[in-house]
């Protein structure tokens, strides 16, 4: 009678156990994206996929951007900034580790500071860094930065993945084995698959649910859908969904949530490149071009039309799209203007993101009606940033500019649009230099009125964000105001 009771409490137990354990949520997560990074350091590449996997993950700034697109403190625990506004002294957190064992300090902020806005740079957003004077590590928990004017949107950019902080001793390896002070370190990358991330021992903030996380790469819907549909990618923040979304909809294990980015998506145009230096030919191509065709094909009809370089969720934001409405006639006749009234042959390099594959087709289609001919050339994400973006070897090109606050970009020297406009560039001088809200917008609106009009690029659409996830799973990003996949404040409902 002993042994049977002891056996039916053992297996009462083991019942127990078992109950419990299917029970506890999950610490482990399968996120899809579309685009593997062509490295992981995010201080030395343009490409919004290096953000997506290590931004706050593995990478944090003395700044950081939140879900609203609010600035929070970070490593700087908190600071002051002088009555000019040119000198900002941070208070660092203590006791701060590397993932390979190293202290955090003042010493890595004036190195990555310094390095950012070195001569030989490589970080893809140096202008944001060039307002800095000097960099001075007061000791080793503060650092004071003395800029050379007051700039309104320098605590942003330092959230930036441009602006994280990396130390001396495993900077020049970051680009492979990143090495940050965030929640997640890097466990592995298997190149063309996945990149693995899994908890860091002994993190310095709030502690994070998930044990591990692999990114994994699924550049359209043939694969993200039924990945999604069976439950082997457990999330998708930027889901290729193509024609299954109402299907994704209806499944009640998934949730759908469409959301705002910051992805300015247009028709890029290599403005020093004959005939596209021509006026006429820019304004032909806006002309003939059918925004909501593009927007129903690109994204699932989602996308907001938009007329100039800026977000329309910003404040300063001005509905341009009326420069250049749908006009086939008014199309030709700037072709006419231009000495090309019997059309020309171009090229299109589509990178492989469906927005622009899909899109490529329509705009492709439209052009054709004024005698435009594009042969469309499908590229690999590396090769676009290599030969597009660096090279400038591109006749046309469609990408969402996905970072915030970026009008800039077209006042850049050698940037890929190859766009020159003094006007322009005296704008965003003044910009830089201007702290008065209403001011800057007068500015900005300004700066939005030359580019809708010299079409540097044609303005299509603002980038939805259409998240697909499993229904237990909590803390996702609804929205991007930034280019990222902030996991620290993901897990799974119990």
């Known amino acids: 009678m002993k042994a049977w009771k002891i056996l039916v409490a053992a297996a009462v ?34 490409a919004a996929a290096i ?60 190195f990555t500071l310094d390095r950012a806005r070195a001569a030989d740079s490589t970080n893809a957003n140096k202008g944001i860094f060039e307002v800095i004077d000097t960099v001075e590590a007061v000791d080793p928990a503060t650092v004071k930065v003395t800029l050379k004017h007051s700039e309104g949107l320098f605590l942003y950019n330092m959230g930036l993945g441009d602006a994280v902080i990396v130390a001396p001793e495993s900077a020049a390896g970051n680009k492979e084995k990143p090495v940050g002070t965030g929640p997640f370190k890097f466990q592995n990358w298997a190149r063309g698959s996945s990149i693995t991330l899994v908890k860091a021992d002994g993190y310095w903030g709030d502690p994070v649910a998930l044990d591990r996380i692999e990114f994994r790469v699924i550049p359209d819907a043939a694969a993200a859908v039924p ?42 145009i290599n403005n020093k490149k004959p005939p596209f230096d021509k006026l006429a030919v820019r304004q032909a191509i806006a002309s003939a071009i059918d925004r909501k065709a593009v927007i129903d094909a690109a994204s699932n009809g989602l996308g907001q039309p938009i007329g100039s370089h800026m977000s329309p969720s910003n404040p300063a934001y ?43 087709q329509v705009i492709a289609s439209e052009l054709r ?11 690999e994400w590396a ?21 915030a606050n970026d009008i800039d970009i077209y006042s850049r020297p050698g940037y890929y ?30 700066a939005q009125k030359i580019l809708a009009h010299d079409v540097p690029a044609v303005f299509l659409f603002e980038l939805p964000k259409i998240g697909v996830w499993n229904a237990k799973v909590e803390g996702m990003w609804e929205n991007s105001p930034i280019q990222a996949n902030d996991m620290t ?5 119990d």
């Not at 509905?319 to 000495?339: C, M, N, Q, R, S």
């Open 369 to 379: 009606e004024i005698g435009i001919n594009l042969e469309i050339i499908p590229v």
């Open 383 to 403: 090769d676009w940033l290599s030969k597009v973006f660096t090279d400038k070897d591109y006749d046309l090109t469609i990408v969402s500019h996905t970072e």
């Open 417 to 446: 649009f190859q766009y020159e406009n003094p006007q322009f560039n005296k704008l965003m001088q003044e910009l830089s230099v201007t702290d008065d809200e209403a001011k800057r917008k007068d500015i900005l609106v300004e």
């Open 13 to 46: 137990l083991g019942m127990a156990s078992a109950s419990t354990a299917a029970l506890a949520a999950r610490t482990d997560i399968v996120v899809g994206v579309v685009l593997e990074p062509p490295h992981l350091d995010p201080t030395a590449g343009a």
């Open 489 to 493: 404040k993901v897990k799974w409902a």
């Open 318 to 360: 001005v509905d341009l799209t009326g420069v250049y409405p749908h006009d086939i006639e008014k199309a030709k006749a700037y072709l006419k203007e231009a000495g090309l009234e019997n059309g020309f042959s171009a090229t299109l390099k589509l990178p492989p993101v469906a927005y622009a594959r899909d899109g490529g």
């Open 51 to 110: 953000d997506e996997v290590v931004y706050a993950n593995v990478f944090e700034g003395l700044t950081r951007i939140t879900d609203r697109g609010e600035v929070a403190p970070a490593l700087a625990e908190s600071w002051t900034v002088s009555d000019d506004g040119k000198v900002y002294t941070f208070k660092l957190h203590t006791g701060v580790k590397f993932h390979d064992g190293t202290d955090f300090g003042a010493d890595d902020v004036k």
């Open 227 to 268: 990945a999604l549909l069976s439950g082997d990618v457990q999330a998708f923040p930027n889901a290729p969904v193509g024609d299954a979304l109402d299907q994704l909809k209806a499944d009640p294990d998934l949730k759908v949530v469409i959301g705002t980015t910051e992805g300015e998506t247009l028709l890029s």
